[in-house]
């Protein structure tokens, strides 16, 4: 949301800069169990947004003052690597990438059955090596897979999708130009089985009932790409 005047037409006969119509989500790949070192791991590929999550856990915590009685600690980092973007991105954790750690570790604590696992810790990764947008709802999903490929008890996956408002329309699953150059940005991220929302961030100004609109085509976004969390768990796991 930059203001500034896009260098092509966003939107032009109903279609948006890429093919996409505006409810159409771009091209999404999963997998699952990709590093053998972690006790979970995920690949979800969204466009061009590639993210690589890794769950580990639940273990002792590295130091005692972290125990919590009652439940477990959740760790969560959200890191862009250096060649994830156009312009080489330093490496050292950005105050963006701090906020955002905290905002998914909080949506995934909504998730996972802490309680079974007291005096312990659960730490997720989440790496973006490539980013074209939508690279924290990208995060977010890969995290709930990974943790399931660890096994760790949940109420429900969490999928994430972002719904942008560009030249004055509502399209979902935006990438980084319609980001960039839009009016508004709106990641959201549920459990969708419970139909509950765990984030929902917006970025620019949307009027009350552009607001319902964007949340309801966020709906439609979130179940299918639920939908393909559950099958890319279940091809892995059928008949284990």
Do not use: C
Not at 54 to 72: C, H, V
Not at 109 to 120: D, K, M, S, V
């Amino acid at each position: 949301m930059s203001g500034k005047k896009p260098p092509f037409p966003l939107l032009k006969d109903g279609k948006r800069h890429d093919g996409r119509g505006p409810m159409d989500l771009r091209p999404i790949q999963m997998k699952v169990g990709i590093l053998h070192n972690a006790d979970g791991s995920a690949w979800v590929k969204m466009g061009r947004t590639e993210v690589i999550a890794a769950a580990y856990g639940p273990r002792e915590p590295p130091m005692k003052a972290m125990i919590l009685p009652d439940r477990a600690v959740i760790r969560f980092r959200y890191h862009m690597a250096p060649f994830s973007t156009d312009e080489r991105k330093s490496p050292a954790p950005s105050r963006r990438e701090i906020e955002l750690s905290k905002v998914i570790r909080e949506a995934l604590e909504a998730t996972i059955l802490t309680h079974l696992f007291p005096r312990t810790v659960i730490d997720v990764f989440a790496e973006v090596i490539q980013a074209d947008g939508g690279t924290r709802t990208a995060a977010i999903t890969a995290a709930s897979l990974a943790l399931a490929d660890a096994g760790i008890p949940m109420k429900g996956l969490i999928a994430g999708v972002a719904v942008g408002k560009v030249e004055g329309q509502l399209v979902l699953d935006i990438d980084q130009v319609e980001d960039e150059y839009g009016e508004a940005d709106m990641p959201v991220a549920a459990i969708v089985g419970l139909r509950k929302i765990v984030l929902l961030q917006l970025n620019g100004v949307l009027k009350p009932d552009e607001f319902l609109k964007a949340l309801s085509m966020a709906w439609e976004g979130l179940k299918r790409i639920y939908e393909l969390e559950r099958s890319v768990l279940g091809s892995k796991y059928k008949g284990v």
